[in-house]
């Protein structure tokens, strides 16, 4: 059975600081999703990572994927406030995708 | 392009008692799968729509639980009778059958409170 474990669940972190959400995953899998998700609104897909070594950047977020040691982060450079939101990984398997438990991220002034 | 949209977005109900979720998927979009989340713990799989055929039920947690999807367009979920642990965040997605680089388009979930 697949098992995703996402670190930290929590994170709270000043504006402009930097930091990495961990994304750790028992089986091989060849795709990898980041979503992003804001209180009652829907999960918004951030990064798809389809191979071993891609990396895939959007403004503030950058998002790595390595198969082999079944690893995906999640980086933040320069935080700020509007990041505030719930951030899942989530690992294909067969026709499903099996979630982390989400990490709520809390950018302060 | 509208996106997957979910209705009622909250609902509550008392135990016992049947609610009925649905869920409209991306236009075009064969793929349809359930997704919960209970108690802010992980999100997990429900089941998978192959235009109206059901691809995969395994993640359904009893039977009473009745997922459809009728004509291959819109699916429902009903719960009948609700009891208590059933509370939660109902989510739905979509996607087509052949992804490419796309993912799975989500909506904006139903909550839904059994009291």
């Known amino acids: 059975e697949l098992k995703v474990e996402q670190n930290p669940l929590f994170l709270s972190m000043q504006e402009g600081k930097n930091y990495t959400i961990y994304c750790n995953y028992s089986?091989?899998?060849?795709?990898l999703y980041w979503y992003r998700q804001d209180p009652g609104k829907s999960l918004e897909s951030l990064f798809v990572?389809?191979?071993?070594?891609a990396v895939k950047q959007e403004g503030r977020l950058m998002a790595s994927l390595d198969t082999k040691a079944r690893l995906s982060t999640l980086h933040i450079t320069a935080a700020v406030h509007d990041l505030s939101a719930t951030y899942f990984c989530?690992?294909?398997?067969?026709?499903?995708?099996?979630f982390g438990e989400g990490t709520q991220l809390t950018v302060n002034p | 392009e509208a996106g997957v949209t979910q209705f009622p977005s909250h609902s509550v109900i008392e135990k016992g008692q049947t609610v009925t979720l649905r869920c409209d998927p991306i236009?075009?979009?064969?793929?349809l799968y359930w997704y919960r989340r209970v108690m802010g713990k992980e999100i997990k799989f429900l089941l998978h729509?192959?235009?109206?055929?059901?691809?995969?039920e395994s993640g359904m947690p009893n039977n009473r639980f009745l997922a459809e999807r009728t004509g291959g367009t819109y699916s429902t979920l009903k719960v009948q009778p609700a009891e208590l642990e059933d509370s939660g965040v109902y989510f739905c997605?979509?996607?087509?059958?052949?992804?490419?680089?796309?993912?799975?388009?989500f909506g904006s979930g139903t909550r839904l409170t059994v009291v």
């Open positions: 997605a979509s996607s087509q059958l052949d992804r490419g680089s796309n993912g799975y388009t």
């Open positions: 089986t091989t899998s060849d795709r």
């Open positions: 990572l389809l191979s071993n070594g």
């Open positions: 989530a690992v294909e398997g067969g026709s499903r995708l099996t």
């Open positions: 236009s075009g979009h064969d793929n």
């Open positions: 729509f192959v235009k109206e055929s059901k691809q995969d």
